[in-house]
């Protein structure tokens, strides 16, 4: 190595601080530009005011779903970007049919009514509906210790709640959701006839909250309907079980499974000025579920990633690198979206360097989930001066996001938008997740948290 004399060396380190300082100065101007821009006029609230109140619930193969695609496809070709186009992509479909109905009878004939409603993907109850004696459990341990003498012909009752002293709510989230996913196919297997859940939060209201279930490779003559319970129904039945274990539950529902059926991610870009074969992705998912307008989960994502591009032309900011919008379809029940964006991406052999998703709700945003290597981790923690004045702290290491994360281990950097997390679980997946809890300050903070990330990124480059 060569070394330096000590003028030059002088010379050298007083440059090189005036060009990082000058760096510095130039992208706080930006993101004050960014952060203005989207505070004073931006579109993302109006958007989701579309998506959610002329639109509505968006579940995968539905009408909703179609009008969604083609809203944000016409949006997207407003914002006069390079390119706007549709990636085909085979959808299950899944109706919810009338309204479930479910009681719990007590010895004496007493009948109460309980809010329940299907999770995504159960099959239907008989006609008659069942019912059946309770047996209540916290996890699938419990499952092996009663054995099926126990829970053969019975309604098994997962009653886990989330964790409550987990600050981080999505990490209770995950603590609590194998009782969705995986309770009627653990249960099938000691001849439950179906299977009731606690709903996924950590309010105790009347609402129930639906998600996907799967019944991995449980034969299709023994896979058994599957509903969640709302969090005050769950404390109900727990309580009359104490005082009479052989209380009778009842149910009917009447969804159903349909064949796969044709949909679409809708992708937008900014073709890059240096790097135009480099794609940098910002995106959430179009799919909701049928309960309620999925104003949070995800219309917020997706309108946040669309004002991510929209912002940068409205400030005329020409990226470096291919900035593509993508709004994923069938995140809630199959992934199929995301899974099919990253094979297309591998098959065409398109470079991505970095990708983020906002799938946590549009409420006040705090920093990233960043997965990636050390050098990345540290090159976006060395923003964080830049991000100080907008109260943006949290860079941490952990999940990213559903639909970016196929692409896995061929892109560098995968970021999710961390929000605030404290009342995302309360009307998730529910009747509550309305376009009425979304803040318009808030989801606006959130597109400008995303597109000075997306800035950074760009401007500065991957490690
Ligand atoms: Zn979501």
Same mark, same amino acid.
């Given at each position: 190595?060569?070394?330096?004399?000590?003028?030059?060396?002088?010379?050298?380190?007083?440059?090189?601080?005036?060009?990082?300082?000058?760096? +510095?100065?130039?992208?706080?101007?930006? !993101?004050?530009?960014?952060?203005?821009?989207?505070?004073?006029?931006?579109?993302?609230?109006?958007?989701?005011?579309?998506?959610?109140?002329?639109?509505?619930?968006?579940?995968?193969?539905?009408?909703?779903?179609?009008?969604?695609?083609?809203?944000?496809?016409?949006?997207?070709?407003?914002?006069?970007? #390079?390119?706007?186009?549709?990636?085909?992509?085979?959808?299950?479909?899944?109706?919810?049919?009338?309204?479930?109905?479910?009681?719990?009878?007590?010895?004496?004939?007493?009948?109460?009514?309980?809010?329940?409603?299907? !999770?995504?993907?159960?099959?239907?109850?008989?006609?008659?509906?069942?019912?059946?004696?309770?047996?209540?459990?916290?996890? /699938?341990?419990?499952?092996?210790?009663?054995?099926? #003498?126990?829970?053969?012909?019975? $309604?098994?009752?997962?009653?886990?709640?989330?964790? +409550?002293?987990?600050?981080?709510?999505?990490?209770?989230?995950?603590?609590?959701?194998?009782?969705?996913?995986?309770?009627?196919?653990?249960?099938?297997?000691? &001849? +439950?006839?179906?299977?009731?859940?606690?709903?996924?939060?950590?309010?105790?209201?009347?609402?129930? *909250?639906?998600?996907?279930?799967?019944?991995?490779?449980?034969?299709?003559?023994?896979?058994?309907? +599957?509903?969640?319970?709302?969090?005050?129904?769950?404390?109900?039945?727990?309580?009359?079980?104490?005082?009479?274990?052989?209380?009778?539950?009842?149910?009917?529902?009447?969804?159903?499974?349909?064949?796969?059926?044709?949909?679409?991610?809708?992708?937008?870009? $900014?073709?890059?000025?240096? *790097?135009?074969?480099?794609?940098?992705?910002? @995106?959430? *998912?179009?799919?909701?579920?049928?309960?309620? #307008? &999925?104003?949070? #989960?995800? @219309?917020? &994502?997706?309108?946040?990633?669309?004002?991510? !591009?929209?912002?940068?032309?409205?400030?005329?900011?020409?990226?470096?690198?291919? $900035?593509?919008?993508?709004?994923?379809?069938?995140?809630?029940?199959? !992934?199929?979206?995301?899974?099919?964006?990253?094979?297309?991406?591998?098959?065409?052999?398109?470079?991505?360097?970095?990708?983020?998703?906002?799938?946590?709700?549009?409420?006040?945003?705090?920093?990233?989930?960043?997965?990636?290597?050390?050098?990345?981790?540290?090159?976006?923690?060395?923003?964080?001066?830049?991000?100080?004045?907008?109260?943006?702290?949290? /860079?941490?290491?952990?999940?990213?996001?559903?639909?970016?994360?196929?692409?896995?281990?061929?892109?560098?950097?995968?970021?999710?938008?961390?929000?605030?997390?404290?009342?995302?679980?309360?009307?998730? *997946?529910?009747?509550?997740?309305?376009?009425?809890?979304?803040?318009?300050?808030?989801?606006?903070?959130?597109?400008?948290?995303?597109?000075?990330?997306?800035?950074?990124?760009? $401007?500065? @480059?991957?490690?």
């Amino acid at each position: 190595m060569k070394t330096l004399s000590i003028p030059s060396l002088i010379f050298f380190l007083f440059f090189s601080s005036i060009s990082i300082s000058q760096n +510095a100065i130039q992208d706080s101007i930006m !993101l004050k530009k960014i952060y203005s821009t989207a505070l004073t006029d931006g579109k993302a609230y109006d958007w989701l005011d579309y998506l959610s109140n002329e639109i509505g619930g968006r579940l995968s193969g539905s009408i909703e779903a179609e009008s969604a695609v083609n809203y944000t496809e016409e949006q997207l070709n407003e914002l006069g970007l #390079d390119k706007v186009w549709l990636q085909s992509v085979m959808v299950p479909k899944w109706t919810r049919g009338f309204k479930e109905y479910a009681y719990i009878e007590t010895n004496s004939g007493d009948k109460s009514v309980t809010n329940i409603c299907a !999770l995504g993907g159960s099959v239907p109850t008989p006609n008659l509906g069942i019912k059946a004696e309770v047996v209540e459990v916290q996890n /699938f341990e419990d499952l092996t210790k009663l054995g099926k #003498d126990k829970i053969a012909g019975k $309604i098994v009752f997962f009653n886990r709640p989330m964790q +409550a002293d987990l600050i981080h709510t999505g990490s209770a989230y995950g603590g609590a959701s194998n009782q969705r996913y995986s309770g009627a196919e653990q249960a099938a297997k000691y &001849g +439950a006839i179906g299977v009731l859940v606690r709903s996924l939060t950590l309010k105790l209201d009347d609402s129930p *909250h639906t998600g996907a279930m799967s019944y991995g490779d449980t034969p299709n003559s023994q896979r058994i309907p +599957a509903a969640a319970i709302s969090t005050k129904g769950a404390e109900y039945l727990s309580s009359l079980l104490k005082l009479q274990p052989n209380l009778q539950f009842y149910f009917k529902q009447n969804c159903k499974i349909w064949d796969d059926v044709p949909s679409f991610n809708v992708i937008g870009e $900014i073709t890059g000025s240096v *790097h135009p074969n480099k794609f940098m992705v910002v @995106g959430g *998912h179009l799919d909701s579920w049928d309960l309620a #307008d &999925g104003a949070q #989960d995800d @219309g917020a &994502g997706v309108v946040q990633s669309m004002e991510v !591009l929209r912002l940068f032309k409205k400030l005329n900011y020409r990226p470096k690198h291919t $900035i593509r919008v993508v709004l994923f379809m069938n995140e809630e029940n199959g !992934l199929r979206g995301g899974l099919k964006y990253a094979e297309e991406a591998k098959r065409k052999k398109e470079k991505h360097v970095f990708a983020l998703e906002s799938d946590s709700g549009g409420y006040t945003p705090r920093g990233f989930s960043l997965e990636t290597d050390a050098a990345n981790v540290a090159q976006i923690r060395s923003w964080a001066p830049l991000f100080k004045p907008y109260l943006i702290h949290l /860079f941490d290491e952990g999940y990213s996001g559903a639909d970016i994360r196929p692409m896995k281990g061929n892109i560098d950097v995968l970021a999710g938008l961390q929000p605030d997390s404290q009342r995302y679980f309360d009307i998730h *997946h529910s009747e509550n997740d309305t376009f009425d809890q979304v803040n318009k300050r808030e989801l606006e903070l959130g597109a400008a948290t995303m597109a000075s990330l997306m800035y950074l990124m760009d $401007i500065h @480059g991957v490690k």
